[in-house]
């Protein structure tokens, strides 16, 4: 079993950042593939960024590449999702998730096993 707590969400300005924080606990947490999704009202939820906690490849929507920067603390407990250049378009429920075991990343949520309670970001124009 993982549990995963996100924090970090909020309201911003257009062109403004946050910084979203997944903590880890559980026999699995650091193995595996770990990832941000988001789900706006009304749609489905999508892929954000994710990679494997062994290292490699770090994968991102194109909505989000360039923007976003996904990154995991040496304990690989704790990962982060840094948000910068927020878009009215990125307002949505973000989720951290984590799959175990994982052999390559991916941003299909109905392969991640684990799931945190969400954190919602308000960017507004």
């Known amino acids: 079993q993982v549990q995963l707590v996100e924090s970090g969400g909020g309201s911003v300005q257009a062109g403004g950042s946050l910084r979203l924080s997944c903590v880890a606990s559980?026999?699995?947490?650091?193995?595996?593939?770990v990832g941000w999704f988001r789900q706006a009202p009304g749609k489905e939820r999508e892929g954000v960024a994710a990679k494997h906690t062994g290292g490699g490849i770090t994968i991102y929507a194109d909505s989000v590449k360039g923007r976003f920067t996904l990154s995991q603390e040496d304990a690989k407990t704790t990962m982060y999702l840094q948000m910068n250049s927020l878009k009215p378009e990125d307002t949505a429920m973000y989720y951290c998730?984590?799959?175990?075991?994982?052999?390559?990343?991916?941003?299909?949520?109905?392969?991640?096993?684990?799931w945190g309670q969400g954190t919602q970001v308000t960017v507004s124009s």
């Open positions: 998730a984590a799959e175990s075991p994982c052999i390559v990343p991916h941003l299909t949520a109905g392969y991640f096993d684990y």
């Open positions: 559980g026999d699995s947490a650091s193995r595996g593939c």
